[in-house]
């Protein structure tokens, strides 16, 4: 009887030839001959039929493995993709978008007037998204072998599974390059377990780096746990995205509890992500001795851009009413000390959770607090936070200590700069005949007069940092008195009068307060210090 042979139906013939042991010894020219001469010569040779040979084996894997089928399509597979798609197969618009002029090709003699762009490399992309997912998987290893550039593999794997994962798509901000039809092959994409896809895809994502890849890989992440895949598979997620989590951006990290816990984001997992971090940067090879500039190596940059993104997460997920002190303190002690150049960033975080938290006690305030150096906030943080009705009254006084600390640092700063300024200005013997000329063209006497007027606000400046110091001193006496007595912690006013300074008034009040006090009044002098420190740059100190 006549049999047609396919590309669709030459694997299933080829098999039950092979089982019913249809050889030319029965007769001349038999079925198995015949459909092995064909898939030899017509399927391994064309790029759209091996792919329909290919598909065709999930029925009848076992023989076709036997006959080494599924091996000659997938190398056959791996080979065209390493070559110019115009010397196999027609038509050629499923492999891309024709140009012309640039190039011809010529189809049965005639000269067609058009050629592939053989720079996209994304063509073969759709055409093996039809496959199963271990047939897939077979492909991509095979390719890799062979050395397919890794992004071309990386491009094909996250077209494969934004095709079976359609949430993917949500955080993924669009499909990745052109997509190419293939209409010719009358196929329908296959039905598949989401979650065995999920845990498959993971085992083919190399290492690498970038912040498109990272997005993918947080988009995955999140699907992964809203299907409850193996921790296995969720762990190996994590630990790629901790390696280069200094890629990352906020809105991809605020991944929502998907589990019946309380809170509205997975803190957990965010938290694992940064062990995992740490853990790689731990295993980075040192920089030579040589290299002592921190804020130029390479190592350094990461992790201050980690710890930005840590306080920004901070302060994103402090709205959420119930969230745990403890779980704050953990996410900001994930990161070394040294991260932070500034804790600007972390003390916004605390006072939004402050503020979304109104019931915590002082000492809870205080715990949380002790996370911060006040040391490291910088002039305009600590304005705010002086003024900060949220925070416990010790904390203020820490801040007040360091205001004045960084006061005493600028203002010796300042007396320094002026002081080398004014070193030029001595005597400089100059002839008679060029004294003029020097005056009249560089303003030299105007450059004098004002050193002179420099150098008494320099020596007031000078008494007016003693008085500073003098002041300080006895406020800390004060502050060791008021520790003593226990009974007098009740009020921030009335620690106030004992120490015998004004809080800050707050930019609302109309007048200042007034307080009388029978001891001595350091905090006046300090008001009437600051005014002329500050005359000629009078600003909000609100930080936000």
């Known amino acids: 009887m006549r049999v047609e042979l396919t590309p669709r139906n030459i694997v299933m013939i080829y098999c039950t030839a092979d ?51 599924v091996n000659k399509c997938v190398n056959a597979l791996s080979v065209m993709v ?49 496959l199963s997912v271990s047939l ?21 794997v ?36 989401q979650r065995v896809v999920l845990e498959s895809i993971e085992k083919l994502l190399p290492r690498k780096k970038g912040k498109s890849f ?17 921790e296995t598979c969720k762990d190996a997620l994590e630990r790629r995205i901790g390696r280069q989590l ?6 991809g990290l605020l991944i929502p509890t998907y589990s019946d816990a309380d809170a509205l984001y997975d803190t957990d997992c965010f938290e694992r992500i940064i062990h995992h971090f740490m853990s790689s940067e731990s295993k980075v090879t040192p920089f030579s001795p040589s290299s002592f500039d921190l804020e130029t190596s390479p190592s350094s940059r990461p992790l201050q851009k980690v710890a930005k993104l840590v306080d920004n997460y901070i302060a994103e997920v402090a709205s959420d009413v119930t969230l745990k002190p403890v779980k704050i303190r953990s996410l900001a002690e994930a990161l070394p000390e040294s991260s932070r150049t500034l804790f600007d960033g972390l003390y916004r975080s605390l006072d939004i959770y402050f503020k979304a938290h109104p019931w915590l006690s ?65 005597p400089v013997t100059v002839p ?30 000078r008494s007016r940092v003693g008085e500073l110091e003098e002041e300080f001193s006895k406020i800390k006496q004060e502050m060791k008195k008021v520790n003593k007595s226990h009974s007098s912690l009740s009020s921030p006013r009335v620690v106030a009068r004992r120490i015998g300074c004004s809080l800050l008034s707050r930019p609302s009040d109309a007048k200042p307060d007034t307080i009388e006090s029978t001891g001595p009044s350091p905090r006046v002098s300090v008001e009437q210090a600051r005014p002329s420190l500050h005359s000629r740059h009078k600003k909000s100190f609100s930080l936000f």
């Not at 001349?28 to 040979?53: Q, R, T, Y």
């Not at 196999?88 to 024709?98: E, N, Q, R």
């Not at 200094?246 to 809105?251: C, F, G, K, M, R």
């Open 362 to 426: 002082d000492k809870e305030k205080e715990e949380l607090c002790s996370i911060i150096d006040f040391s490291k906030l910088s002039i305009d943080a600590c304005a705010h936070a002086s003024q900060n009705e949220r925070l416990p009254l010790r904390v203020v006084l820490q801040v007040l200590f360091f205001e004045q600390m960084h006061l005493r640092t600028a203002l010796a700063g300042c007396l320094h700069g002026l002081e080398t300024e004014s070193g030029p200005a001595g």
């Open 136 to 156: 897939f998987e077979r492909l991509i290893k095979t390719m890799e072998t062979r050395g397919i550039r890794p992004e071309n593999l990386v491009g094909a």
């Open 19 to 69: 089982y019913l042991e249809m050889t030319d010894e029965y007769g001349e020219g038999n079925l198995l001959s015949k459909s092995e001469s064909f898939f030899h010569k017509n399927v391994l040779h064309n790029w759209k039929d091996c792919i329909l040979a290919l598909q065709s084996c999930e029925t009848v894997i076992q023989r076709a493995e036997k006959l080494h089928v």
């Open 432 to 461: 008679g005949d060029m004294a003029g000329q020097i005056i009249q063209r560089d303003g030299w006497v105007t450059m004098v007069r004002e050193n002179r007027v420099l150098k008494v606000d320099m020596e007031k400046m």
């Open 158 to 193: 996250m077209h494969y599974t934004r095709k079976y994962l359609p949430g993917l798509g949500r955080w993924q901000g669009g499909q990745h390059g052109i997509p190419r039809t293939v209409t010719s092959f009358s196929l329908t994409p296959i039905a598949l377990d």
């Open 246 to 251: 200094e890629l990352a951006t906020l809105d």
């Open 214 to 230: 990272c997005r993918f890989l947080l988009g995955l992440l999140r699907v992964a746990l809203i299907l409850g895949v193996s």
């Open 82 to 130: 390493c070559t110019d798609p115009s010397l196999f197969g027609w038509p050629m618009m499923m492999y891309g978008s024709l140009q012309s002029p640039g190039g011809s090709i010529l189809w049965n003699g005639i000269n067609t007037g058009a050629r592939i762009r053989s720079s996209e490399s994304d063509w073969w992309f759709e055409d093996i998204s039809y």
